[in-house]
């Protein structure tokens, strides 16, 4: 509700802006908590697991193509372990 109602008023805010003006002002408004609102939680929670699988299935192939190194997290070898990790933290932060 809370949320329906701040982009009820963005939208409506200014009526002569272009879209990227009201895209830009409904994505940098004030948003509840994800601890308030259980919406913005199941969007947070989404958000990041898609961003991280999406980074492990990106990094995996890399390795194997790249350098020849195959593995998981569960069973190794370690040099994949490392690797995988230093590889998916830059992808998962873009």
Not at 25 to 48: D, G, K
């Amino acid at each position: 509700t809370m949320l329906r109602n701040a982009r009820r008023r963005v939208c409506t805010a200014g009526g002569g802006g272009s879209a990227s003006d009201r895209f830009w002002a409904w994505t940098t408004q004030q948003r509840p908590s994800w601890r308030e609102s259980p919406t913005e939680a199941a969007v947070a929670f989404c958000v990041f697991g898609v961003t991280g699988s999406t980074s492990v299935a990106l990094v995996r192939p890399a390795l194997k193509r790249t350098i020849g190194l195959e593995g998981s997290m569960r069973e190794g070898p370690w040099s994949y372990r490392i690797t995988s990790l230093v590889a998916v933290s830059p992808i998962y932060a873009t």
